[in-house]
């Protein structure tokens, strides 16, 4: 089986909760709490998980809150290897106010973290054995944006594929200076590194124009409700949104992404892993708060394509 490697720099413990309404200043008195190991690395390994893969999960922990993370992960599938920091890994929380169907999510930015603290990280990825290598989330504080560059390369001299789902400048310095095998942005992320609105003609040629470039292979930009776009450097393949009820976002972008890795993995082509991705995507927003996808949705999602 074709080992893969998920990295998450700014992991987090994600609660999830309903209420009736949300009103500044008075209480807002919540129910139907979740709460779920989380942030960009740690959702991809929880989805391939999921999905019946294998992976290795390497993660910044620390604080009461990183023992906790550390905890919650302990039952899953996963093989977590947690890289010790100073401050606590952050606490994200999302409400769903039943009333007008409307999610709020309030997002930390996350715990300051010393180039010391990292060292480690850079260390392990430049011996790992991983085909493929995740890196999904935002970056903490203190954190170089060409962090990402760097584990790049090192991916790169291990003939590793690269797969990176960021955003802001994290993404800019990627795409300005890495070359990565699949680079995933949502529109929204993909129009800010740009400066500009994108109509859906053009997202694909303004994507393909950083694949020539040679900074990724390809460059898979999801459209939320209007699909997803898979670009290289000589295709652009558009695929619609496959209607589901919604319960909520949280996770889709990293459901899309490791349902995307795992089937490269499983050595099924480019095509039919970005198909596999926007399956497990449309799969992830079934699910309330941050649960993720589940198998068999996914399953039943890709013969409905």
């Given at each position: 089986?074709?080992k ?23 209480k ?11 942030g960009?690395?740690v959702n991809v390994?929880r989805?391939?998980?999921e999905?019946g893969g294998?992976c290795?999960?390497?993660?910044l ?7 906790l ?12 290897r ?13 409400v ?5 169907n409307?999610?709020y999510?309030?997002?930390?930015e ?20 991983a ?34 789902d ?10 300005a ?8 942005p ?19 040629p ?12 390809y ?10 776009i ?37 050595g ?9 991705g ?14 993720l996808?589940?198998r ?10």
């Amino acid at each position: 089986m074709t080992k893969i490697l998920c990295i998450a720099l700014n992991p987090a413990i994600d609660i999830s909760s309903d209420a009736d309404v949300v009103r500044h200043t008075h209480k807002t008195r919540t129910f139907n709490q979740q709460q779920f190991p989380g942030g960009g690395g740690v959702n991809v390994a929880r989805v391939i998980s999921e999905l019946g893969g294998t992976c290795e999960l390497m993660f910044l922990s620390g604080g009461a809150t990183g023992q906790l993370l550390e905890t919650m992960l302990l039952p899953l599938a996963i093989a977590g290897r947690a890289f010790p920091i100073h401050d606590p890994v952050r606490v994200a929380y999302a409400v769903h106010e039943l009333s007008t169907n409307q999610e709020y999510r309030f997002v930390p930015e996350g715990p300051l973290v010393s180039e010391a603290e990292l060292e480690p990280v850079f260390e392990a990825v430049a011996t790992s054995d991983a085909k493929y290598i995740v890196a999904s989330g935002s970056l903490p504080r203190g954190v170089p944006d060409d962090c990402y560059v760097r584990l790049a390369e090192l991916a790169a001299a291990n003939g590793a594929r690269f797969v990176l789902d960021t955003s802001g400048p994290a993404l800019a310095a990627a795409l300005a200076r890495a070359r990565m095998f699949l680079v995933k942005p949502s529109l929204r992320e993909f129009e800010a590194f740009l400066g500009r609105t994108l109509d859906h003609d053009s997202v694909g040629p303004a994507a393909q124009d950083y694949v020539r470039k040679g900074c990724a292979q390809y460059i898979a930009v999801t459209l939320g409700a209007d699909g997803a776009i898979l670009v290289s450097a000589d295709q652009i393949i558009r695929v619609p949104a496959i209607a589901v009820p919604v319960q909520s976002a949280v996770g889709a972008g990293d459901s899309f992404v490791a349902g995307m890795t795992w089937s490269l993995a499983e050595g099924h082509g480019i095509d039919a892993a970005f198909r596999f991705g926007q399956a497990a995507g449309a799969a992830a927003v079934m699910t309330a708060g941050t649960e993720l996808c589940r198998r068999q949705d996914v399953i039943d999602l890709l013969a409905r394509q």
